[in-house]
């Protein structure tokens, strides 16, 4: 059963179940969307293969932990579960910092929820980082009768805003673990991608360094001699 507890308490949680574990990358993600959506249920899904069927309503902030491998890198993923009510909003927002990935979750069989994600997507972005990787997640899917969502609507919109998307069934398990591996890999991508773009800005500055101090006209330039920015040009990479 999940445990509410506050940032501190989550934190110092986080860092015990850690402390005997080997871990390449953590990587925090948040599910967000409307009350009622399943995104709690997702979440059990995906962490422990559980469905449970008097759920209640989230209140405040939950967390839990799977360790998946990707691409022969051990990955832990630290899931923030955040209260879709109204009024919660203002203590959930400051859970996106430091989110590298979001799973933002509508009802197929409830309009209004999928209309409010453009909503949910602004707020994302005004309070996790510009790359967060962000996962459009159509829940209760096995309800097809029930529908008042047709999945091009959800395409369009993801297309537009730059998401992926998938269609989920927490209460079959249809997609779920598909939909949180694929967030966890493209967040993989994007890491890879800014340590290699790092990697070649300091070789490129170690480069510069070694043809100043070995220049035929300069042999050695000390440091007080440099500007302070010019310095921070040559040693520092800014990813």
Known sequence: MNQEMNGVEAQERFRQ???????????????????????????????????????????????????????????KAQIWDTAGQERY?????????????????????????????????????????????????GNKADLVDLRAVPPADAVEFAEDQGLFFSETSAFSGENVETAFLKLLEEIYKLISKKALECDNGKANADKLTDATLKGAKIDIISAPELEISEIKKLSTCSC
């Open 17 to 75: 179940e850690n402390e005997h574990e080997k871990i390449d990358y953590v990587f925090k993600v948040v599910v967000i969307g409307d009350s009622a959506v399943g995104k709690t249920q997702i979440l059990s899904r995906f962490a422990k293969n559980e469905f449970c069927f008097d759920s209640k309503s989230t209140i405040g902030v939950e967390f839990q932990t799977r360790t998946v491998t990707i691409n022969g890198k051990v990955i």
């Open 89 to 137: 909003r203002a203590v959930t927002s400051a859970y996106y910092r430091g989110a590298l990935g979001a799973m933002l979750v509508y009802d197929i069989t409830k309009r209004p929820s999928f209309d409010h994600v453009a909503r949910w997507v602004e707020e994302l972005r005004a309070h996790a980082d510009n790359s967060i990787v962000i996962m459009l997640i």
